[in-house]
Each structure stands twice: as structure tokens, then as C-alpha cells.
């Protein structure tokens, strides 16, 4: 769950939604930013970018839950973020996209690079849609994080977006 405007209450309310809808079909409730409504929820864990509460202070607050890192396109903070134990990682933004400002463009060597240094799970964020997810797979991304091509796409709904991905 990814708002970034919202108050705590809001994210409070329609987390509570989004809880009930990921247990009934049973897949993982991930809270962007925030360990303290990750553990409200009972979220399954939290994602946390480079500006976030650091991963130490949040494995107090989240314990055993999933705890995801930002890396950018940066080997160094990819071996920062094996060594401070993350659950998986995430690199990007491979592609261009308006979800968020990037300053940061990932390649595939970042990718091989990561696949290289450890065993975690790789999540490649950033642009990906139908025409160039293909290419993550095929270069062993883990997971990949679709957002504007999805909910945000003029030409296809968000169903018919994802059909295309298969």
C-alpha cells in the first residue's frame, strides 16, 4: 500500500480493507514507508526507501515481518541493504515513469550484479509494462512492481493491464 499523501487515519481505514482483501486471497500486505502502520496492520511487512526510517530501527518495531529495501541502481547500497539483513530488495527505475521523480536509472548489470551477490529476492521497479517486463524476467528479477500501467493506463483497464502481462 503506497500513499503517500494520505493521513495515518486514511491509511489506517483502507489498509484495514486491503488487509481483509489480501488474506482472502492470500498474498502479501506491504506497507510502503511507514514500520508503525506495517505493525498497526499486521501487515505482512514494509518497504523502505533510502530517506525511511532506517532497517535496524524498524526490525524493532516489525520483528519478523518482510522488510524491503530501496537500492536504486547503487551496488553499494545493494551491499548494504544483504548485510543489514533485508528481506528482498528493490532495484530501479528501469524504465521512465511518471509515478515518481526518479534521479536514479537502473540497467540489467545492476541486475545480474545483485543476482550475483546474493540469494534474496529481486523486485525491479520503475516503467515496466507490457513491452519491456520480458526482458527483467528473463534476467532473473524476482518480482516486479507495476503501478502506472495498471491504474493508470488510458487505454486499457486495470484488468485488461494486466492480461497483457501474461
Not at 486491503?18 to 486471497?25: H, M, N, P
Not at 530501479?92 to 540489467?108: D, L, P, Q, V, W
Request: proline share 2%; charged share 30%; hydrophobic share 40%.
Amino acid at each position: 500500500m503506497r500513499l503517500k499523501k494520505a493521513t495515518f487515519r486514511y491509511k489506517l481505514y483502507l489498509g484495514k480493507k486491503i488487509k481483509k482483501i489480501t488474506k482472502k486471497f492470500n498474498v502479501k500486505f506491504i506497507i510502503n514507508d511507514d514500520p508503525i502502520l506495517a505493525k498497526k496492520l499486521d501487515a505482512d511487512g514494509c518497504h523502505l526507501g533510502q530517506q525511511d526510517l532506517n532497517i535496524n530501527e524498524a526490525r524493532k518495531i516489525l520483528k519478523n515481518k518482510i522488510i524491503g529495501i530501496t537500492c536504486h541502481n547503487s551496488p553499494k547500497l545493494i551491499k548494504k541493504a544483504i548485510k543489514n539483513k533485508a528481506d528482498y530488495i528493490a532495484i530501479g527505475s528501469f524504465f521512465f515513469t511518471k509515478t515518481k521523480k526518479t534521479k536514479y536509472r537502473a540497467n540489467i548489470k545492476t541486475l545480474i550484479y545483485a543476482k550475483k551477490i546474493t540469494k534474496i529476492p529481486i523486485v525491479a521497479i520503475g516503467g515496466i509494462k507490457n513491452t519491456n517486463y520480458k526482458k527483467l524476467l528473463l534476467n532473473k528479477a524476482n518480482f516486479l512492481a507495476i503501478s502506472s500501467y495498471i491504474w493508470n493506463n488510458k487505454k486499457l483497464t486495470p484488468v485488461d493491464a494486466i492480461k497483457k502481462l501474461k
